[in-house]
């Protein structure tokens, strides 16, 4: 074999929560040849994304009301979600999370040891649990922890270019070394792909500017797309980029727009009244996401920024001042109540969220943004993809060999539980390592030659895309531009040459190509989408989209004597090796 050539069993792509407990949990069952390859060890969404306290979503461990894997099933597995990924997050959430909390991410428990939980999007459960604004940094960092502790190998730097398949699966990959300015040749490994959702496909995003996402790679390797149309938006800040959702919003900050002469409005004044905007705003809360259920409720406030925005006006959240029309009178019941027992009864929106979480100003103090004195820059922001690329229940893909796992994988539909993400980041690839571990894999040898690559200004075309993809790919959509734009994308992805080491803009251009790739299928989702009414799960590849039944979740074995006949003997075969 080729010095150049290097050869594992497994490897995974991506280091944040999903990438990272993948690696974990191949070190653990024993795996001895497999490697994580990373762009960057700091960079991604785990690692530098949040809100105001971000959410972990699992089975209730506290309290006295009832709750069952079933349960959390029938709330995951909506019309187009599978059912068998559904029972997989749903009856791995607890393990995932306890392990999580073993490892030392602070998660809140009670002086009985319950884990208390509290109310999260789309669910009137409190099965909802947060280590603070910053939990998937603490997730990530405790992996990252374990996974040096275990003795994980660790390219570093290291960029995927491309997914080597045929018609029998994954035969290699191929990346960049960033550092040396190389490739690197990975032959007939079990790849798991955790390289986040496509950050990079809209300008007005929350995604941290280090997360770009590689779903490009899986779609031009042949796997299929599920539920690409599905995008979660919000509003968050600009500058320093967060999700504005929680408590600050229930803060009940003043909405202002300025435009180019610097005259300021109170907006929402304009289409609410003083009650709907204190109550609306407390709302948006608990329901941070754009949802067209609630336009004329709380997403009300979504549309109406957007509207200032697509105006050329700026739009700011104030702290420091009450929206005019304060009046605690005008509080429903639960905004009264839920302000009440945080103490919150303030004269401020700044004090009020002193009152509720000190560490919602302390994070953007750190940024060098203070809320006492200066308002926060605001827009709607692509912030997750509910879809991604289609897995089964061992979240393997289309292409045998190759997994996705966290935000790359498409086991959401349009509506999930906030915090689901981060629990299917633990399930998904804790199943994905255990499935390879089953497997034995003989590939053929991958052909290596160099990425094609897009011509024309990199920088350029990327922002280009991202503009358009935020003004009519977001939550207000125009079949006609998402027309001309796939079109575009695939013009400039025939437009291509191969790629050269010695090519300044070489990063730049491999960002465009995925961005392009992905681009494609997604537009060609939401067309689907925007023009049928059929129900199900819509998947897309390369002769376009469809909807497909939901996978039901497979009649399970319950009886006790059965379940340990069998796990029994699975570990004894482990044993004797």
Not at 464 to 475: E, L
Not at 499 to 524: F, G, M, Q
Not at 552 to 563: M, S
Request: charged residues 25%; contains cysteine.
């Amino acid at each position: 074999m080729s010095k150049n050539v290097l050869k594992f069993d497994a490897l995974v792509i991506g280091s944040g929560c999903a990438g990272l407990n993948a690696a974990c949990r191949l070190a653990q069952a024993g795996c001895e040849s497999f490697a994580l390859i990373t762009e960057d060890l700091t960079a991604g969404t785990s690692l530098n994304a949040g809100s105001d306290k971000q959410t972990y979503y699992r089975l209730s461990l506290a309290g006295d009301e009832p709750d069952s894997v079933g349960e959390v099933m029938r709330l995951l597995a909506r019309e187009d979600v599978h059912q068998d990924t559904a029972l997989c997050e749903a009856a791995g959430s607890a393990a995932g999370f306890l392990r999580l909390a073993e490892l030392g991410v602070p998660f809140p428990m009670n002086e009985y040891g319950e884990y208390v939980g509290y109310r999260t999007d789309h669910d009137a459960r409190l099965r909802a649990s947060s280590a603070g604004p910053l939990t998937s940094r603490y997730m990530a960092q405790a992996l990252l922890k374990e996974a040096k502790r275990l003795g994980v190998k660790i390219y570093d730097h290291a960029l995927l270019t491309r997914i080597c398949a045929d018609g029998a699966g994954v035969q290699g990959a191929l990346c960049l070394d960033l550092e040396s300015r190389r490739w690197l040749r990975f032959q007939d490994p079990a790849i798991i792909l955790c390289t986040g959702g496509p950050a990079h496909l809209y300008s007005d995003r929350v995604f941290p500017d280090s997360q770009h996402g590689m779903s490009g790679a899986a779609f031009e390797a042949g796997a299929k797309g599920a539920n690409l149309q599905c995008w979660q938006y919000g509003i968050a800040s600009v500058g320093f980029k967060w999700n504005l959702s929680g408590s600050y919003q229930q803060a009940i900050p003043r909405y202002v727009s300025v435009d180019e002469t610097g005259c300021q409005r109170e907006f929402l004044r304009e289409s609410l009244s003083d009650r709907e905007i204190l109550n609306l705003t407390f709302l948006k809360g608990y329901e941070w996401p754009y949802d067209p259920r609630k336009a004329e409720g709380s997403s009300k406030i979504d549309l109406m920024v957007l509207g200032e925005r697509q105006k050329g006006r700026r739009v700011f959240l104030d702290y420091r001042q009450n929206p005019s029309g304060y009046d605690v009178s005008l509080f429903d019941k639960e905004t009264q109540s839920y302000l009440a027992n945080c103490g919150a009864l303030k004269e401020t929106p700044i004090e009020r969220l002193r009152a509720i979480n000190p560490p919602a100003i302390e994070l953007f103090a750190s940024h060098r943004i203070d809320l006492f004195s200066e308002p926060l820059e605001i827009s709607v922001c692509a912030q997750h993809h509910n879809g991604g690329i289609a897995v089964d229940a061992w979240w393997q893909s289309d292409v045998s060999g190759l997994y996705a796992c966290g935000e790359a994988a498409g086991t959401f539909g349009a509506y999930r539980p906030g915090g689901s993400a981060l629990n299917s980041t633990q399930v998904g690839s804790t199943r994905a390592a255990r499935h390879i571990m089953r497997q034995e894999r003989a590939c053929a040898a991958p052909d290596f030659a160099p990425p094609l690559l897009p011509r024309g200004d990199a920088s350029d075309l990327t922002a280009y895309f991202q503009t358009q993809m935020s003004r009519f790919g977001g939550i207000q959509r125009d079949a006609g531009a998402l027309k001309r734009l796939k079109e575009e994308a695939l013009s400039a992805l025939e437009n291509a040459e191969e790629a050269r080491l010695d090519d300044p803009k070489l990063l730049e251009r491999i960002l465009l190509k995925d961005i392009l790739l992905t681009l494609v299928y997604v537009t060609d989702a939401m067309l689907y989408a925007l023009s049928h009414a059929d129900a199900g799960v819509l998947e897309t590849d390369k002769t376009g989209s469809r909807r497909v039944p939901p996978r039901p979740a497979a009649k399970r074995d319950l009886w006790f004597e059965r379940v340990w006949k069998a796990a029994s003997q699975s570990e004894k075969n482990k044993l004797d090796g």
